[in-house]
């Protein structure tokens, strides 16, 4: 696609309920990124792949989070027993190379997740 | 982990003012990068600068890879109402290869007034 597209956009659900957030890429792009976004804060690395390789995990807060890219386009980010804590905007960004200068993100329009 | 300082946290000026915000890091990054976000938005690129010492400008904007590799800076010329947003400071420790991700400051909140 044109942009980097999520969804849901919004998404409100019970504390305890498992919640997956997905990512579509831009076309070709060959590293996805996730990061996790608080009000009044910048975006904070959560975990990134290289093709459907999963590069980097060490931003994820615990286990009950986990991303996958099977084929290495879309990308799912997990949150299982989701908490209240949990609550904040999820953002993905894609990029052209994996080698080479990197850190020209482009990033989505985010995933609200609220937990009640 | 890494941690990035960028002040100033918020800024009011008038239109036509130049802006000046800076972002200072514990850790010696080799990519320092500038990102705008406009309210429900993500953010989106405004400068990337690969090499200390470097200074790079686009339109109006202005921005310089410290020599330390621990600093940068972000200027805006003249400003104009559409520059109203929050600036982020970013930096990647790896130096190509798609290695880390970026560690992003906690924005500048830049306000315009008419």
Known sequence: ?116 | GQQLNQSPQSMFIQEGEDVSMNCTSSSIFNTWLWYKQDPGEGPVLLIALYKAGELTSNGRLTAQFGITRKDSFLNISASIPSDVGIYFCAGQLASGGGADGLTFGKGTHLIIQP
């Open chain 1, 1 to 116: 696609g044109a942009g980097v597209s999520q969804s849901p956009r919004y998404k409100v659900t019970k504390r305890g309920q498992d919640v997956a957030l997905r990512c579509d890429p831009i076309s070709g792009h060959v590293s996805l990124y996730w990061y996790r976004q608080a009000l009044g804060q910048g975006p904070e690395f959560l975990t990134y792949f290289n093709y459907e390789a999963q590069q980097d995990k060490s931003g994820l807060p615990n286990d009950r989070f986990s991303a996958e890219r099977p084929e290495g386009s879309i990308s799912t980010l997990t949150i299982q027993r989701t908490e209240q804590r949990d609550s904040a905007m999820y953002r993905c960004a894609s990029s052209l190379l994996a080698g080479g200068p990197t850190g020209e993100l482009f990033f989505g329009e985010g995933s609200r997740l609220t937990v009640l």
